[in-house]
């Protein structure tokens, strides 16, 4: 899953040295105007533990909305989450749910090297952020207890835990108000998480994709004027003559 975030982390960072390089002359970050967004996400979430990867996947969903303030700087607060998995030495594997709410602060790539433009393509951003997760419906790690080992972890109820958070993300335009997300993202949590004895920190990856949500969005003053239209004065001066009419040629002729 590292290998993953790492891969897609870099494809990500491509794009934004690709789209660095447009013309700085079509960036108007003197016509930025703060604004709205929300963002619907659904995709795959990955616990570590002690088995198989495809084993421990299961579904996940975000909803999540924010403000940007500058051309580089957004803070987006959501609720995230749906179901985690663990195992027990690669044999039993466990399934509870969780929710988690976030808050994020996020940079715009693109902005910071080439300046803001808001009918840019592909506009890759990083974020980091903290969060309150609540786990719940751990009753079947409860109910193979005695398959754990003797300093297990094992919670039942419900349990709060902080957690810190980091990823990476683009969204691709499709209009000026809409835009196709894509986003991974890396949580540590406390080493009880998952009822098992680790590490220092228990780690649920995602992956998602969805749809991005761009509210009170000012049009770019530069483009949005209006061209001047001339208007013919009712009695102008100077004015050129009419043509003489052919009974005036036949006058002037026969002078």
Same mark, same amino acid.
């Given at each position: 899953m590292k290998r993953i975030l790492t891969i897609a982390l870099a494809v990500m960072l491509s794009a934004t040295f690709i789209y660095g390089q447009e013309d700085r002359r079509d960036s108007n970050a003197g016509d930025f105007s703060g604004h709205w967004f929300i963002q619907v996400q659904g995709g795959m979430g990955y616990t570590v533990g002690e088995t198989k990867f495809v084993d421990l996947l299961s579904p996940s969903a975000a909803f999540s909305f924010g403000y940007q303030?500058?051309?580089?700087?957004?803070?987006? *607060?959501?609720?995230?989450?749906?179901?985690?998995?663990?195992?027990?030495?690669?044999?039993?594997?466990?399934k509870y749910n969780f929710l988690q709410g976030n808050v994020d602060v996020m940079a715009d790539i693109c902005s910071i090297f080439s300046g803001y433009r808001m009918s840019r393509e592909v506009s890759p951003y990083l974020f980091a952020g903290v969060g309150l997760n609540g786990a719940f419906n751990n009753d079947t790690a409860s109910s193979l207890a005695m398959a754990f080992?003797?300093? +297990?972890?094992?919670?039942?109820?419900?349990?709060? &835990?902080? *957690?810190?958070? &980091?990823?990476?993300?683009? +969204?691709?335009? !499709?209009?000026?108000?809409?835009?196709? +997300? !894509?986003?991974? +993202?890396?949580?540590?949590?406390? #080493?009880?998480?998952?009822?098992?004895?680790?590490? *220092?920190? #228990?780690w649920q990856f995602g992956a998602q994709v969805g749809v991005t949500f761009r509210i009170g969005l000012k049009k770019n003053r530069r483009h949005a004027a209006a061209e001047p239209v001339s208007v013919a004065p009712s009695d102008p001066v100077g004015a050129v003559q009419q043509e003489p009419q052919p009974r005036q040629l036949r006058s002037l002729y026969r002078k």
């Open positions: 303030f500058t051309p580089v700087w957004s803070l987006r *607060a959501g609720l995230g989450g749906w179901q985690a998995k663990g195992a027990i030495s690669g044999a039993e594997v466990y080992p003797s300093d +297990n972890l094992i919670w039942d109820g419900s349990r709060l &835990f902080p *957690a810190g958070r &980091f990823g990476a993300g683009t +969204n691709i335009r !499709i209009t000026d108000a809409v835009q196709f +997300n !894509i986003e991974v +993202n890396g949580n540590f949590l406390s #080493d009880r998480f998952n009822s098992k004895r680790g590490s *220092a920190v #228990d």
